[in-house]
């Protein structure tokens, strides 16, 4: 299992990557920009990107780098060493940051926005908290994600 380290780990580098991109992109812009809506528009325009964002190539991303964090998590623990902790470290930070933060705090609100009767007052204030809260937590899965990566870097670099 060993050599299959360093590819697991290169895999898991793309995949943590491609989350914090995306992840970086709602922190810095995309929440942003819905702000500067209307909440009925703003509350549409996220509970478009809800549906849409259901699809094989960020599920591969976001599925895959939980599955290559929980492998590597495990193997590095195995493993030991200074490249196999780190591995360790970047998955159960991915796993915790990002996947718990996602089911724990992101997914219920995306839940609860797409209820909420459109133009209601309910909708216009759970759109003034759901961007308060939604994206601080999205900096939380900002950070994890980068952290993983970073993790993940320098364990492949360890020569796993």
């Not at 780990?9 to 995949?15: E, G, K, V």
């Not at 509350?43 to 590597?72: C, D, K, R």
């Not at 060493?81 to 089911?103: E, R, S």
């Not at 909708?123 to 908290?129: E, I």
Request: proline share 3%.
């Amino acid at each position: 299992m060993a050599s299959a380290f360093p590819i697991l780990t290169f895999l898991a580098i793309l995949a943590t990557a491609l989350n914090a991109g995306l992840f970086f992109i709602f922190s810095v812009c995309i929440m942003a920009a819905f702000a500067r809506l209307t909440p009925a528009e703003g509350a549409a325009a996220m509970n478009a990107i809800n549906v849409v964002i259901q699809n094989p190539w960020f599920f591969s991303a976001f599925f895959g780098g939980a599955l290559l964090s929980l492998v590597l998590a495990v193997l590095g623990f195995m493993q030991g060493g200074a490249g196999g902790l780190m591995a360790a470290a970047g998955g159960i930070i991915f796993l915790v940051a990002v996947i718990g933060v996602t089911i724990v705090f992101n997914v219920p609100l995306n839940n609860a926005l797409a209820v909420a009767p459109a133009g209601s007052a309910e909708q216009a204030a759970l759109w003034q908290r759901y961007l308060d809260v939604w994206t601080m937590w999205n900096h939380v899965r900002t950070l994890g994600s980068l952290a993983a990566v970073g993790l993940f870097a320098l364990a492949f670099r360890q020569g796993l």
